[in-house]
């Protein structure tokens, strides 16, 4: 049973550039969160992705944006892009639930390394 | 919005012992779930432990339980018979209702052979 994936595992770009990440959820799952983590802290939630569309946002600014496809995978997109940027993203997925306001367990990805010089 | 606190950023115990790690949180809501993650070197974030408000009982995963004081809002790991391989930083999770993650600032464990 394959687990989360995300690609590129490490990627460096220049200030201004933008970055596509990608990620596949594990079998089953159909919701699909991203999340930033800088050094030496915790994940800080970007948005999340259910049925091709975003569900909830984090306190992100709109230069950050995704896309959810048919398959359930998903992109993260980042343009012109900061120092700032640079950190850890963390993708999650969990599975079916009753709604919007279900709790589930999220399950993640080993995350890709953004350097912005 | 929900709050997550870790209070203490490093932890150090020898193998064979056991050692907590503290988790607080603040919610208004009276129904939820929390989360304890580990996040080894190797950076995959991976499940713990997960503990459901409502249910009177701690839960129990092998080495791993919890002490959940629901009017406390405390959320407390505890690591029996620690191993080499639990060397990791340790984050609690609180959701929110739309299944929103929110994290703590972590811990970061050391087993010391």
């Known amino acids: 049973d394959a687990g989360v994936t995300q690609s590129p595992t490490h990627l460096i770009k220049t200030r201004g550039q933008q970055v596509t990440l990608r990620c596949s959820p594990k079998?089953?799952?159909?919701?699909v969160s991203w999340y930033q983590q800088a050094l030496g802290q915790g994940p800080q939630f970007i948005f999340q992705?259910?049925?091709?569309?975003?569900?909830q946002r984090g306190n992100f600014p709109d230069r950050f944006s995704g896309h959810q496809f048919p398959n359930y995978s998903s992109e993260l997109n980042v343009n012109a892009l900061l120092l700032g940027d640079s950190a850890l993203y963390l993708c999650?997925?969990?599975?079916?639930?009753?709604?919007?306001?279900?709790?589930?367990?999220?399950?993640f990805g080993p995350g890709t390394r953004l350097t912005v010089l | 919005a929900q709050t997550v606190t870790q209070s203490q950023p490093e932890m150090s115990v020898q193998e064979a012992e056991t050692v907590t790690l503290s988790c607080t949180y603040d919610?208004?809501?009276?129904?939820?779930?929390l989360f304890w993650y580990k996040q080894p070197p190797s950076r995959q974030m991976i499940l713990v432990i997960r503990?459901?408000?409502?249910?009177?009982q701690n839960a129990t995963e092998n080495r791993f339980s919890v002490n959940f004081q629901k009017a406390a809002k405390s959320f407390s790991l505890k690591i029996s018979d620690s191993q080499l391989g639990d060397t990791a930083m340790y984050f609690c999770?609180?959701?929110?209702?739309?299944?929103?993650?929110?994290f703590g600032t972590g811990t970061s464990l050391t087993v010391i052979p």
């Open positions: 999650a997925s969990s599975p079916p639930s009753g709604g919007a306001d279900a709790i589930d367990t999220q399950y």
């Open positions: 079998s089953g799952h159909d919701t």
């Open positions: 992705y259910y049925e091709e569309e975003e569900r």
């Open positions: 919610t208004s809501e009276s129904n939820y779930y």
């Open positions: 503990q459901e408000a409502y249910k009177q």
């Open positions: 999770a609180f959701p929110n209702t739309g299944n929103q993650f929110y």
